[in-house]
Nanobody, 121 residues
Framework: VRLVESGGGSVQARGSLRLSCAASGSTYCLAWFRHAPGNDREGVAR????????FYTDSVKGRFTISRDNVKNTLYLQMNSLKPEETAMYYC??????????????????WGQGTQVTVSS
């Protein structure tokens, strides 16, 4: 599975960005993670490929939306009302096979190269 992220950039606080992740190959679930310097990699949202069921970490609920275009095999993350503390490298990740798709990095087999999101105050 190959994952290629795009859509990162610089935005002011309370602004919006939409990240994209083009996936090649079949996946069981896809997720977005972020990693800021000095912090652990944090799971943001995940989506089961088959059912489309989604889950979000508490801090982004109501502001971020994960979605998927199955025709384009592309995962999206719409991020609204961004905060400076959400400045990080954002990664797309994929898991093949079954099981539970949590927001733990170790559950994912494939990772993209990341796209930088910078939120200024």
């Amino acid at each position: 599975v190959r994952l290629v992220e795009s859509g990162g950039g610089s935005v002011q606080a309370r602004g919006s960005l939409r990240l994209s992740c083009a996936a090649s190959g079949s996946t069981y679930c896809l997720a977005w993670f972020r990693h800021a310097p000095g912090n652990d990699r944090e799971g943001v949202a995940r989506s089961y490929t088959g059912s489309g069921s989604t889950f979000y970490t508490d801090s982004v609920k109501g502001r971020f939306t994960i979605s998927r275009d199955n025709v384009k095999n592309t995962l999206y993350l719409q991020m609204n009302s961004l905060k400076p503390e959400e400045t990080a490298m954002y990664y797309c990740a994929a898991r093949r096979g079954g099981g539970v798709c949590s927001l733990l990095p170790g559950k994912y087999n494939y990772w993209g190269q990341g796209t930088q999101v910078t939120v200024s105050s």
